[in-house]
């Protein structure tokens, strides 16, 4: 194989390694933002007087915390329409 076209597949594999983990990385920050200001999956929490459900098991929160990361996945994978 010559050189220059092993050099411009190494171009595209790395342009394309990168985008993917920019998205991944959108998607983890998409999914943080949501769990710290949302409280997501954590379960609620009893307020004076009243008895609250139980708080998820760490196996539970971490489930959730995962579905979470792959609906943020789904939706930074989604190509973008373009307004007419």
């Known amino acids: 194989m010559p050189e220059e076209t092993k050099s411009a597949d190494a171009t ?11 998205r991944d990385e959108v998607a983890l920050e998409l999914m943080k933002f949501i769990a710290v200001t949302t409280g997501y999956g954590k ?7 009243f ?13 959730a915390l ?3 990361f792959e609906k943020c996945r789904s939706v ?9």
């Open 51 to 63: 008895q609250g459900k139980p708080s998820k098991s760490a196996e539970e929160y971490t489930d």
């Open 66 to 68: 995962l579905q979470l």
């Open 12 to 22: 595209k594999d790395a342009a394309q390694n990168s985008a993917e983990k920019s």
């Open 43 to 49: 379960g609620s929490s009893a307020a004076a007087g």
């Open 76 to 84: 930074v994978a989604k190509p973008v329409v373009a307004a007419k």
